[in-house]
C-alpha cells in the first residue's frame, strides 16, 4: 500500500532501480563528448575549406639572405628618401579602378625626378592574381597609373623606385572596393 509519504520509483524485477536515476551519468558524459566532437568536427572543416594554400617560395633562401636584406634597407635609410603612397578609387560599372600615385622626395625635401617605378600588386589571400604595373611620371616626384584590380578587397602594392642614386622599396597595403 502506498502512502503520500513514499516516492513511486520503478524498480526490475530484481528490485533495482533504473531509468533517469540511474542513467544520468551516461547521458551528461555522451552530451559532454558529443559538443566535443562537434565542434572540434566544425573547426577543422572550416579550417580546411579556408585554407589557400599559400606559402613562402624558397624560404630557405630567403632566410639565409636576410642579412642581406637587412643590409639594403639601412642603405636605402641612409638616402634619406621619403615615399607617400596614395590609393584613389575611381567609379566604373562593376569595375575595381584605382588610381595609384606614389610621390617621392629626396633628403633635401625635393622631389625625385627622372626614376623608374616598377610596382607589383599582390593578392594576399588569393594565388593568380598578381599584377605587375609600371608608374610614369606625371609631375615632379609624382608617379601614378590607372589600375583595374580583377576583385576587391585588400592588396599588398610592392614598389621598387630605381634613380641614379640608388634604389628604394615600399611595401604598403590599399583597398579596392
Same mark, same amino acid.
Given at each position: 500500500?502506498?502512502?503520500?509519504?513514499?516516492?513511486?520509483? #520503478?524498480?526490475?524485477?530484481?528490485?533495482?532501480?533504473?531509468?533517469?536515476?540511474? %542513467?544520468?551519468?551516461?547521458?551528461?558524459?555522451?552530451?559532454?563528448?558529443? &559538443?566535443?566532437?562537434?565542434?572540434?568536427?566544425?573547426?577543422?572543416?572550416?579550417?580546411?575549406?579556408?585554407?589557400? =594554400?599559400?606559402?613562402?617560395?624558397?624560404?630557405?633562401?630567403? =632566410?639565409?639572405?636576410?642579412?642581406?636584406?637587412?643590409?639594403?634597407?639601412?642603405?636605402?635609410?641612409?638616402?634619406?628618401?621619403? %615615399?607617400?603612397?596614395?590609393?584613389?578609387?575611381?567609379? %566604373?560599372?562593376?569595375?575595381?579602378?584605382?588610381?595609384?600615385?606614389?610621390?617621392?622626395?629626396?633628403?633635401? #625635401? #625635393? @622631389?625625385?625626378?627622372?626614376?623608374?617605378?616598377? &610596382?607589383?600588386?599582390?593578392?594576399?589571400?588569393?594565388?593568380?592574381?598578381?599584377?605587375?604595373?609600371?608608374?610614369?611620371?606625371?609631375?615632379?616626384?609624382?608617379?601614378?597609373?590607372? &589600375?583595374?584590380? @580583377?576583385?576587391?578587397?585588400?592588396?599588398?602594392?610592392?614598389?621598387?623606385?630605381?634613380? @641614379? %642614386?640608388?634604389?628604394?622599396?615600399?611595401?604598403?597595403?590599399?583597398?579596392?572596393?
Amino acid at each position: 500500500m502506498n502512502t503520500g509519504n513514499e516516492q513511486s520509483q #520503478q524498480t526490475s524485477p530484481t528490485g533495482h532501480r533504473f531509468g533517469w536515476q540511474r %542513467a544520468w551519468p551516461l547521458w551528461i558524459l555522451g552530451c559532454f563528448f558529443g &559538443v566535443i566532437f562537434a565542434v572540434n568536427g566544425t573547426m577543422a572543416y572550416l579550417g580546411a575549406i579556408s585554407f589557400t =594554400g599559400l606559402t613562402t617560395e624558397q624560404a630557405y633562401e630567403k =632566410g639565409r639572405t636576410y642579412n642581406n636584406e637587412l643590409a639594403r634597407r639601412d642603405v636605402q635609410k641612409k638616402l634619406g628618401w621619403t %615615399a607617400a603612397l596614395e590609393s584613389i578609387p575611381q567609379t %566604373a560599372e562593376g569595375k575595381h579602378l584605382v588610381l595609384l600615385k606614389l610621390v617621392m622626395t629626396k633628403e633635401d #625635401q #625635393q @622631389p625625385l625626378t627622372g626614376a623608374t617605378v616598377q &610596382v607589383l600588386l599582390v593578392r594576399p589571400t588569393h594565388e593568380g592574381y598578381d599584377r605587375n604595373i609600371t608608374l610614369t611620371e606625371a609631375g615632379a616626384g609624382t608617379y601614378r597609373a590607372h &589600375v583595374e584590380l @580583377p576583385l576587391p578587397g585588400q592588396w599588398e602594392v610592392r614598389a621598387l623606385v630605381t634613380a @641614379p %642614386a640608388g634604389e628604394y622599396r615600399l611595401v604598403e597595403r590599399i583597398s579596392a572596393n
